[in-house]
Antibody, heavy 121, light 107 residues
């Protein structure tokens, strides 16, 4: 059974960089797309971006200037960096696996439990 | 950016009733690229439907999805107590987006 676990600081100061890591267990990070998705308290879901295991990325245009997603295949992990954060970046951050092959329509099948990151001084 | 507009915002129904949730896209979305998720309080979203109408593994057949043009529909034929939650549609275009969600609450 594939499991995803987010880790990182729960509190980040304004203007600093938010950094999170997602560790994948029970399966390989290879051959899949891996996304970060966030949800402000009481609000809906926002896709941040994805990385393919090979390293190619795609980011939400509204966040692109501040986002970097990287992958570490040797440790079965991928990471998110979001720079110049403000209170508007306070949210539960989820990592998720996307199944997207030529044989099936795409979908997010496995999600982490989510981690709350608060931006405050 | 493709905007997905879900309606209604809240649906108040009783167990056993039928729920019909709508998701309208601001521009053309391939039916292959539309999924539905359920989110219960304090939990991560759970995949229900992908490809607009294919149920995910383990999802009961009371959940079904359909499409007509740019209008996508999630139907729950008979609500069970565990179905009361928030539902999101999501599209896999060049940039992924989610609808704002429909809350199905107990009447």
């Amino acid at each position: 059974q594939v499991q995803l676990q987010e880790s990182g600081p729960g509190l980040v100061k304004p203007s600093e960089t938010l950094s999170l890591t997602c560790t994948v267990s029970g399966g390989s990070i290879g051959s899949y797309y891996w996304s970060w998705i966030r949800q402000p308290p009481g609000k809906g879901l926002e896709w941040i971006g994805y990385i393919y295991y090979s390293g190619s990325t795609n980011y939400n245009p509204s966040l692109k200037s501040r986002v970097t997603i990287s992958v570490d295949t040797s440790n079965n992990q991928f990471s998110l960096k979001l720079s110049s954060v403000t209170a508007a970046d306070t949210a539960v951050y989820y990592c998720a696996r996307e199944v997207s092959t030529g044989n099936t329509d795409p979908y997010f099948d496995y999600w982490g439990q989510g981690t709350l990151v608060t931006v405050s001084s | 950016e493709i905007v997905l507009t879900q309606s209604p915002g809240t649906l108040s129904l009783s167990p056993g009733e039928r729920a019909t949730l709508s998701c309208r896209a601001s521009q053309s979305v391939s039916s292959s690229n539309l999924a539905w998720y359920q989110q219960r309080p304090g939990q991560a979203p759970r995949l229900l439907i992908y490809g607009a109408s294919t149920r995910a593994t383990g999802i009961p057949d009371r959940f079904s999805g359909s499409v007509s043009g740019t209008d996508f529909t999630l139907t729950i034929s008979r609500l069970e107590p565990e179905d009361f939650a928030v539902f999101y549609c999501q599209q896999f275009g060049s940039s992924y987006t989610f609808g704002q969600g429909t809350k199905v609450e107990i009447k």
